[in-house]
């Protein structure tokens, strides 16, 4: 809806009607010469009426559009939740080469990791809202990506875009940990949450998971860890199909020991639909801030009302510029003379 910022400038709107019902003593205007009765002054007088008449209604507009324009209209959007006091969330995403194993089932599909991956987190970052949301990637090293955001967004945009091989091939998920705390608002009233999600082991990287645990604990960091991997999957060999332990590297007891001292859960992704389950549970954990304020975002549009006045100025001082055609004048007025001197 439009409202208006000074409304009571609006009431300056008839200022020009009562100017113009002054008395009529106050606004006579003798004029400067008398012209002889003889000359036809009829066709001045109609056009000097119509010039006036015209004149008015153009100056009427660009007062009432300058006047609209000085009370200052604006648009007031849609209300838009603001959460009152945040949570911030990270998502660790393993990225190394291990991610690309074909042994997850999504619709019915045979897919890789990371494929699953950000299919089902990326419903999970859409219905985040009201955190702050960041993500990490992690290989060989630890990358933010994403720092702490309320844009869900571009978080999600950020996931999608993210190839194998970006960051190496190995698995530094101490890192990734230490990364994460280190990012994290300083806020104590804030939950802070990490969401680590990765198939294998910790095999690189400047810290140990150990080390990474002390600093969660020190930093308050409730840290949820998904292991993500099927139990077995058909592999062809020389001798036919057999059947494989494909995450036969996932270092389960360490994930598990990395939630259960720092509060948070060890969850066990087998497939699309077990992670879809685990995302639903992380929901009622760490539920979202339902205590929200709205604002209702403010467009101004008084450039708007303040350009037509402008534009409308500047073509009636142009028009007025314009030489008026003499020679015509001239002789309509002769003719006129003529025909009376004839009578």
């Not at 999957?233 to 020389?238: G, I, N, P, V």
Request: charged residues 20%.
């Amino acid at each position: 809806m439009i409202s208006f910022y000074w409304p009571w400038l609006l009431a300056a709107l008839p200022l020009p009607l009562l100017v113009y019902w002054l008395p009529a003593k106050q606004r006579t205007v003798t004029a400067a010469l008398k012209m002889p009765l003889i000359i036809n002054t009829n066709t001045q007088v109609s056009s000097q009426k119509d010039n006036k008449k015209s004149s008015l209604i153009v100056l009427s507009l660009i007062w009432i559009l300058t006047v609209i324009a000085a009370s200052r209209p604006q648009w007031l959007g849609e209300p838009i939740d603001i959460p009152t006091q945040g949570r911030e969330m990270m998502l660790a995403v393993d990225l190394s080469g291990s991610m690309q194993i074909e042994d997850m089932r999504l619709n019915g599909s045979t897919v890789n990791r990371l494929t699953m991956l950000k299919t089902v987190l990326g419903k999970f970052i859409k219905h985040r809202k009201g955190d702050r949301l960041g993500l990490i990637l992690f290989a060989d090293d630890a990358y933010m990506q994403t720092p702490m955001t309320y844009d869900r967004k571009t978080v999600k945009q950020m996931l999608d875009e993210s190839v194998l091989g970006l960051v190496g091939q190995k698995t530094a998920i101490g890192d990734a940990i230490a990364l994460a705390a280190k990012r994290f608002d300083a806020k104590k009233k804030t939950n802070k949450v990490l969401v680590l999600l990765t198939d294998g082991q910790n095999t690189a990287g400047k810290i140990t998971p150990d080390q990474a645990l002390e600093l969660a604990v020190d930093k308050g960091i409730t840290i949820y860890t998904i292991g993500i991997g099927a139990d077995e999957m058909l592999q062809r060999t020389l001798f036919g199909m057999r059947r494989v332990n494909p995450s036969s590297d996932l270092d389960e007891a360490m994930l598990t020991k990395l939630a259960e001292k720092t509060h948070g859960k060890y969850f066990r992704a087998r497939d699309g639909k077990s992670m879809a389950e685990i995302y639903k549970l992380l929901n009622k954990l760490e539920p979202i801030e339902q205590n929200q304020q709205q604002m209702r975002p403010l467009t101004a549009l008084f450039y708007w009302p303040l350009s037509a006045a402008f534009i409308i100025a500047l073509l009636y001082l142009m028009y007025l510029s314009v030489p008026k055609p003499l020679e015509t004048r001239k002789e309509s007025n002769s003719s006129n003379f003529k025909e009376q001197i004839n009578d």
